[in-house]
């Protein structure tokens, strides 16, 4: 399993110390939530910490960008060193071309999608992206409870990537735990996201290595 810990809960007053922490682990990505109190009802952090974080990190850096009209942002999240932008399918009315300016600038395109939107809905999209984010809570906070019903979008939504012959592969957040990571493991997710699990453990190295090894 490709687990990318989610920066969200790491202890800010000691950045340095937790990525090199990720930078020990079996983590194969770094995963950034920017939040603008708009989209979701939280602020979380912008780019000159991303900026911080990407000379820090060796891992790629998987930037969730939970705001509206993030193609605004396109060339400032590339100028980041974000190897990955995923943004909100809910956040962008002409999706199409997001993705497309997203390529152009050279990074991977992901899309998101909040727990109640469909998985059909990325249905005229999915061929032409590297991956999907699937929110297993109403995206703003970590620490919430996982929504089992993601576990159904998980085996749907591999459906529909292999009819469309599609590349992307499927990523997971929110309230992600050896628990829920193992039957998310056995759905079909590629990719797992966990902020709580990994930051608030006695040793986030063995938290990371457990989901690893799913
Ligand atoms: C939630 C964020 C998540 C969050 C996950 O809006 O997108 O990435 O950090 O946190 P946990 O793993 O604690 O649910
Ligand atoms: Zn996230």
Known sequence: MIVSPSLLSADFGNLARDIE?????????L?????????VPNISFGFPVIKYVQQLCKKPL?????????????????????????????????????????????MKAGVTINPATPVCLLRDIVAKLDLVLLMSVN???????????????????RALIVETGSRAVIEVDGGVNAETGRLLANAGADVLVAGNYIFKAQNPLEAIETLYNL
Do not use: W
């Open 21 to 29: 922490m990720i930078n020990q682990s079996k983590a194969q990505m």
């Open 139 to 157: 995206p703003g906070f970590g620490g919430q409870k996982f929504i089992d019903n993601t576990l159904n979008k998980v085996k749907e939504l």
């Open 31 to 39: 995963h950034l939530d920017v939040m603008d109190g708009v989209f």
């Open 62 to 106: 998987d930037v969730h960008l939970m705001i509206v009209e993030p193609q605004k942002f396109i060339n400032e999240v590339r100028d980041c060193g974000a190897d990955i932008m995923n943004v909100h399918l809910e956040a962008c009315n002409h999706l199409d071309r997001v993705v497309q300016q997203i390529h152009d600038a050279g």
